[in-house]
Each structure stands twice: as structure tokens, then as C-alpha cells.
């Protein structure tokens, strides 16, 4: 059975860097969508990025658009998630996810949580000065 591994948060400054790894166990991540999802303390949890299975398509929410980049590394069975001048408002746990379909199709959207199968344990991240 799949299994995700989320590792790299931690406390970041604004304008930094941070880089989130997602890896995999149990099977190869070749025939799953990732998606990456946070949640804030009160907040409910919503979707930050998805990728595809082979990597050639991507979807960002509006939030992190032109910040954040996803990227997948199928021969280390790993999802990686670029974060770039994090924002305070991007604190929160975050983790990944994987389903076997594809990120977003007909009426299914990318960030729709119940899509999604199997979850890491999640890993926090603190934008703070």
C-alpha cells in the first residue's frame, strides 16, 4: 500500500526559501496525481498545487501562483514543492496527497480533498521574521 513521507517544513522568514518533500513507499508514485494541500490553525485545509502523474501539468492556487513551484521526480519517487517568498499567511501544516486520476477533470477540481486517497502526516511550516 502507498505510502507519503512529507518532510522539509520548518521556520522560514518572509521573502525566503523552502523546499517540501513528499516521498513515497510501498508502490511507485508513477501512476499517481500529487497534490499539496495546508491548513491553518482554524482554518479548514485547501489546496496549494497538484502535479500530474508524469509531471506535465501543474495547477496552483491563486495564492501561491508565480511563487510556489511543484515539480515530481519519479525515479526517487518524490514530489518536491518550491516555496519562494513565503508569505506569513503561508503558515500552516502541510501535506501531500495522492490519488490515481488525474489532477482535475470535467467537473472534478484539483483541490477537491475526498478525490484524494492517500495522505501524509504532514509537515508545519512557520513564516515568521
Known amino acids: 500500500q502507498l505510502q507519503l513521507v512529507d518532510s522539509g517544513g520548518g521556520l522560514v522568514q518572509p521573502g525566503g526559501s523552502l523546499r517540501l518533500s513528499c516521498t513515497a513507499s510501498?508502490?511507485?508514485?508513477?501512476?499517481?496525481?500529487i497534490g499539496w494541500f495546508r491548513q491553518a490553525p482554524g482554518k479548514e485545509r485547501e489546496g496549494v498545487s497538484c502535479?500530474?502523474?508524469?509531471?506535465?501539468?501543474?495547477n496552483y492556487a491563486d495564492s501561491v501562483k508565480g511563487r510556489f513551484t511543484i515539480s515530481r521526480d519519479n525515479a526517487k519517487n518524490t514530489v518536491y514543492l518550491q516555496m519562494n517568498s513565503p508569505k506569513p499567511e503561508d503558515t500552516g501544516v502541510y501535506y501531500c496527497?495522492?490519488?490515481?486520476?488525474?489532477?482535475?477533470?470535467?467537473?472534478?477540481?484539483?483541490?477537491?480533498?475526498?478525490?484524494?486517497?492517500?495522505w501524509g502526516q504532514g509537515t508545519q511550516v512557520t513564516v515568521s521574521s
Open positions: 496527497a495522492a490519488k490515481p486520476y488525474p489532477c482535475g477533470s470535467g467537473y472534478v477540481r484539483w483541490s477537491a480533498i475526498s478525490e484524494y486517497d492517500y
Open positions: 502535479v500530474s502523474s508524469n509531471g506535465g501539468s501543474t
Open positions: 510501498g508502490s511507485t508514485l508513477d501512476y499517481y496525481a
